[in-house]
């Protein structure tokens, strides 16, 4: 017996829709079993916020200390980026339970994808906002709502980013060290050298 909206040749029983709330509940209840692994993280974005915001404590607001501010702003984004490279093993753990339950036509593949994303973004932004108001405030950039809110949103962004292309690169990766390796180095190429990157996968 099929839901409403799906098709009669459809071989799945609920809608695209209801197949994503569905699979997003129970990303929820995943993150809700493995609290451990989330707190973890934050703690760790907040040990290092405060590392590099002491390193760069007390610089001057002044010409002097623009290689400082600078060397600031490379860490956030770069250590926001870096933080999502930690969940290509829970999504090759996953794996092999999201193709057999795909070939039993629970849901659509791409479903489970869209739930982790969408279950994801409050966890990011806890992260993100752990990191980059206590390295904002103590690395002594501008304090200004405006300033303070684009250095956030870029950063945010950056974690978005990076989180969003790794289920691409481990479909496209049949090994968890090549998907690395495809990340890592991607990452680090000039723009016109990323047609290289199918001969280092």
Sequence with gaps: MQAK???AESPYTVSIPMQIKYCTQRAYQRLWNDKTSTITTIVGQIVMALIIGSIFYGTRNDTSS???KGGVLFFAVLLNALIAISEINTLYSQRPIVEKQASYAFYHPFTEAMAGIVADIPVKFTIATCFNI???FLAGLR?????????FMFN???ILT???AQPG??????LSPRCLRFIGVSQHLPRPSLRL???LV
């Design 5 to 7: 909206h799906v098709r």
């Design 66 to 68: 623009f290689f400082q």
């Design 134 to 136: 206590i390295l904002y």
């Design 143 to 151: 304090r200004e709502p405006s300033q303070f809110f684009i250095f």
């Design 156 to 158: 945010f962004v950056a």
């Design 162 to 164: 990076v989180s969003l």
């Design 169 to 174: 690169s481990e479909n496209s990766c049949s």
């Design 197 to 199: 990157l199918p001969l």
